[in-house]
Structure formats: structure tokens, C-alpha cells
């Protein structure tokens, strides 16, 4: 029998945005982990349409970093932080072999909460060699070891169907508290149609929900300021029809 979620907060959201209008810059940064990158390599591609944000991937856009293509992504975020050009301190460090900081990128906190409630509705890309992905990651602004993530929803566009497979879980990196626990999930829906995703966490447990119910339960959760990112990567090299695209429909958030 399916277990469904705790309804959200009766009290406002402490973040939310429906995507009308220009994007917020008082709620997003439309970049990709850009202390790692160069400014042209790390914007967003997207247009604001009736249906909300629509995030692209343009056949001229280039790749994040040199060193990881293909890989090509147009992603917002709700923080940003590293150290000096050089540096190896960063958000997200990611890989193991040996990133360094390419923009220094001042440190910038528009929604970060260290236990809460994040509903994210979203439509996945079909375009070949595509994901969507939302997620949350420790800023590491304080402390190097503030590195987890709760990986809300990876979904390939490969696995978009009349039935859909969804990567959700935990993700330790280089938090010694955290052990990465991933799974796959199948969803009785087509995932290109906008489904409502939650996550909810803290006191060692993050629960990953989908439209009301349930997906996964995980016995930890990350108890540092965790930004939010959510994005459109193209992992293949390219191929197919562009724009490739997915759409952001709405984001609330509530820090408890």
C-alpha cells in the first residue's frame, strides 16, 4: 500500500516562485557551478513561456568544462561560493581529480536551509542524450565537510515513457557522516507531463516523494545549509533535433 506524504506547511513558503515573469535574481542563479568553469561555459540557456521556465540545450552552447565533455547543462541555483582563482575550495567538489577554482565567485545565499520541505513540479526533457535533474548540495562556505547531497530526482530522457525510471537518493561525497545511498524507481507516468516532486528532511531522515506519495525513505540526512540546483544536462555528444529542452513549472520551499 502506497504511504503517502505529510501535507506541506499551512504557513507561507519561506521561498517559492511560479516562473512569471523574468527569472528572480533574488531567487536564482542562472549558472552551473561557476567558480569551476568559465562564465560563457557555466550560463543557463532558457526562456520564461506560459507553461513556466523553460530550460534549453542550444546546439551552439558549449560545454561546462573542457575537461568533462561532453557534458553540456543549463541549471539555476540558489547559492554560490569559493575561494581565490586556484583554490580547491569551492562548492561541490564533485570530482577526484583535482579541481581548481577557474572564477572566483563571491559568496551569495538566497535559500539554503538546513532541514525543511522542498516541493519542486518540473517536466522531463525527451531529447536524446538528456537529463533532468533537481537537487540539493552543502555549500561547503563553512566547512569543507558540509559536502552531501540529497539528490531529489535524475531523470534520463531514455527512461521516459508510459512508465518512468527516476535515480533518488542520498549522496555522501566528502561528508564523512553520510554512506551514498542511490536507487532506482519506477513511476506509473510519463515524466514529460509535470509531476510534483518533495523532498523533506531532517533529525536523520530524508523522505523523497512523488506527487503525495512516497518513494524512498533514507535513513540520514545532511544537517547543514544545503542549496538548491535544478537543471537540464546533455551527457552525450550532440546529436538530434535543439533546442533540447524541460520545463520548471513552479518551486516552494519551507525551512523548519
Not at 560545454?63 to 561560493?81: E, K
Not at 563571491?106 to 513540479?121: C, H, N, Q, Y
Not at 536523520?204 to 533514507?218: D, H, K, L, P, Q
Request: net charge negative; with cysteine.
Amino acid at each position: 500500500m502506497s504511504e503517502s506524504l505529510p501535507p506541506a506547511p499551512e504557513r507561507a513558503p519561506d521561498f517559492a516562485d511560479d516562473f512569471t515573469g523574468d527569472l528572480s535574481p533574488a531567487c536564482w542563479v542562472p549558472h552551473y557551478l561557476p567558480h569551476w568553469t568559465e562564465p560563457e561555459r557555466s550560463a543557463a540557456r532558457y526562456r520564461m513561456t506560459a507553461d513556466g521556465l523553460e530550460l534549453r540545450i542550444e546546439h551552439d552552447q558549449l560545454d561546462w568544462r573542457p575537461d568533462d565533455a561532453p557534458l553540456r547543462v543549463s541549471n539555476i541555483q540558489t547559492a554560490t561560493f569559493s575561494g581565490a582563482i586556484g583554490s580547491p575550495r569551492g562548492t561541490h567538489r564533485h570530482r577526484p581529480d583535482g579541481l581548481v577554482v577557474r572564477t572566483a565567485t563571491p559568496e551569495r545565499v538566497l535559500f539554503a536551509p538546513s532541514r525543511g520541505r522542498i516541493d519542486v513540479t518540473l517536466s522531463a526533457s525527451t531529447d536524446e542524450g538528456c537529463m533532468i535533474a533537481a537537487w540539493l548540495v552543502g555549500i561547503e562556505n563553512t566547512n569543507e565537510d558540509d559536502a552531501g547531497e540529497i539528490c531529489i530526482v535524475e531523470i534520463d530522457a531514455s527512461a521516459v515513457g508510459p512508465t518512468t525510471i527516476a535515480r533518488t537518493g542520498v549522496k555522501a561525497h566528502h561528508d564523512p557522516g553520510l554512506t551514498t545511498d542511490m536507487s532506482e524507481v519506477e513511476l506509473p507516468f510519463d515524466a514529460s507531463r509535470p509531476h510534483t516532486w518533495t523532498v523533506i528532511w531532517g533529525d536523520g531522515e530524508t523522505i523523497i516523494g512523488c506527487e503525495g506519495v512516497v518513494v524512498r525513505r533514507v535513513p540520514q540526512a545532511p544537517d547543514y545549509s544545503l542549496m538548491l540546483l535544478i537543471d537540464l544536462f546533455e551527457t552525450a555528444a550532440p546529436a538530434g533535433a535543439y533546442p533540447k529542452t524541460a520545463t520548471v513549472r513552479d518551486v516552494r520551499g519551507w525551512a523548519d
